[in-house]
Nanobody
Framework: QVQLVESGGGLVQAGGSLRLSCAAS????????MGWFRQAPGKEREFVAA????????YYADSVKGRFTISRDNTKNTVYLQMNSLKPEDTAVYYC?????????????????WGQGTQVTVSS
């Protein structure tokens, strides 16, 4: 059974930092691209960042570029999202997702497996 488990969310003041982690149980993790998405109340789930199978290629939404960094450790089956200079508009539930393929994608439909989400709240 495939499982993605996020952790690291919480409450932080504007300008602060958080590091999200996502541990995957899937045996093909090291061959699959990974992504982070987020969903704020009353809004659609949106793309945040993605990374290809070996970490050599990353892509970010314009809203987080320069502030967030996605990375992965294939020896630990884990993907990370380092979030710096957080803003109140970053408040959302953050989800990690895994796609059955090596190349990174930005569309939700490209991802086969999803975690349960972790809440990030940024106070002003």
């Amino acid at each position: 059974q495939v499982q993605l488990v996020e952790s690291g969310g919480g409450l932080v003041q504007a300008g602060g930092s958080l590091r999200l982690s996502c541990a995957a149980s899937i045996r093909t993790f090291s061959a699959d691209a990974m992504g982070w998405f987020r969903q704020a109340p009353g809004k659609e789930r949106e793309f945040v960042a993605a990374i290809n199978w070996n970490g050599g290629n990353t892509y970010y939404a314009d809203s987080v570029k320069g502030r967030f960094t996605i990375s992965r450790d294939n020896t630990k089956n884990t993907v990370y999202l380092q979030m710096n200079s957080l803003k109140p508009e970053d408040t959302a539930v953050y989800y990690c997702a895994e796609r059955r393929g090596a190349l990174l994608k930005t569309l939700r439909s490209e991802y086969a497996y999803w975690g349960q989400g972790t809440q990030v709240t940024v106070s002003s």
